[in-house]
């Protein structure tokens, strides 16, 4: 079970990795800005009716934002396992006590 | 037998990669965003997701009054959904998309409850991150927090037992980022139907975009959530049992 996590946890960083390896000249853009492009194609007189109320005033607040978004996620998650391990070890602890008594 | 199964993952994880030729592919996130569905349809793709907001806040309301430490198990879901979402992955088209992370939720607790724990997080992305948006939010709440899960949902339910339970949640992990992205291609498409191939072609046009970048993000969405099935078969198995995850006869 230990050894084939390890494998997939592998497998996910290497299908992370393998387009920045392989993929060389590419800029891996995300933005919105390319997909509005895609539709200002099809449609050259579209006019967005409506636009964000707030929107990250540079690239390095909108990676803060994201970074805390995981940040707070992946807090919970710790939270939720260690919360549970505890759990699991205080009761092997216990049953431990009460079978050596 | 584990070994096989994974050299056979490794194997069509390989032939994918090499499959997908690299080429320079416009890359929109899978939310659509602000103002980019007109008005009729942003209301369209509201009316649609409402129904399952109003069943899923239902369901979350009597589940947490009648077993109050699901709650516990509630945050873990949208937690994971809220790590995946945030995280923005390369493709081997050389451009970026993000995994969903909604199948873990949708196996958990089923598609309406996991319709509000999606619907937080656009909410959350729309607001702080202008991504998604507002008046696009029931269209993104459809196809991420309302379609994926409930394809989800359809493919754990149809496929336990029948198969090893770390392949039905990959695959439901797996097919609910996908068919997030091909509904989200559909919604543009009918909104924005090209003047001279009409809907098919916008549509050929957006899912082409869409098609070869996720397909590796799939995957990793796949497997990530397999990883944290296991973490929780591991230390959480009385909370599975509670909401009917029982390992399933074999």
């Given at each position: 079970m230990k050894g084939s996590n390890l494998i997939l946890i592998a497998l996910v960083i290497l299908l992370t990795v393998f387009p920045l390896v392989v993929v060389r000249d590419a800029e891996f853009p995300g933005a919105d800005a390319q997909a509005e492009d895609a539709i200002t194609e099809i449609r050259?007189?579209?006019?967005?009716w409506f636009s964000p109320i707030?929107?990250?005033?540079?690239g390095e607040i909108e990676s803060l934002l994201f970074a805390a978004q995981a940040a707070l996620g992946a807090s919970v998650l710790a939270y939720f396992f260690g919360y549970k391990h505890g759990l699991r070890k205080g009761k092997q602890e216990k049953q431990r006590v009460d079978a050596s008594d | 037998m584990k070994s096989r199964v994974v050299s056979l993952k490794l194997g069509a994880a390989l032939l994918l990669l090499l499959a997908a030729q690299p080429a320079m592919a416009r890359s929109p996130e899978m939310h659509i965003m602000e103002g980019f569905l007109p008005p009729e349809w942003a209301i369209l793709w509201l009316a649609v997701a409402v129904p399952f907001w109003v069943v899923g806040f239902l369901q979350i309301q009597r589940m947490v009054r009648e077993k109050p430490e699901s709650r516990l198990m509630l945050g873990l879901a949208a937690a994971f959904a809220f790590v995946l979402s945030a995280l923005k992955l390369p493709s081997v088209t050389g451009s970026c998309s993000h995994p969903t992370g909604t199948g873990l939720g949708a196996i958990l607790f089923g598609p309406f409850v996991m319709s509000i724990l999606g619907t937080i997080v656009l909410l959350f992305q729309a607001l702080l991150?202008?991504?998604?948006g507002l008046t696009t939010l029931g269209a993104n709440a459809v196809s991420m927090a309302i379609f994926g899960p409930l394809v989800a949902w359809i493919i754990w339910k149809g496929l336990r037992g029948r198969l090893a339970e770390g392949w039905v949640v990959f695959l439901a992990a797996a097919l609910a980022n996908l068919a997030t992205y091909v509904l989200t291609s559909a919604q543009l498409a009918v909104a924005h139907?090209?003047?001279?191939?009409g809907i098919a072609a916008s549509f050929a046009k957006f899912g082409a975009i869409f098609a070869v970048t996720q397909v590796p993000l799939a995957i990793s969405e796949g497997i990530l959530t397999v990883l944290i099935f296991r973490a929780l078969r591991q230390n959480a198995a009385a909370e599975l049992q509670a909401l009917g995850v029982q390992r399933a006869q074999s």
């Open positions: 050259p007189d579209y006019k967005p707030f929107e990250p005033p540079s | 991150v202008a991504h998604g139907p090209d003047p001279v191939g």
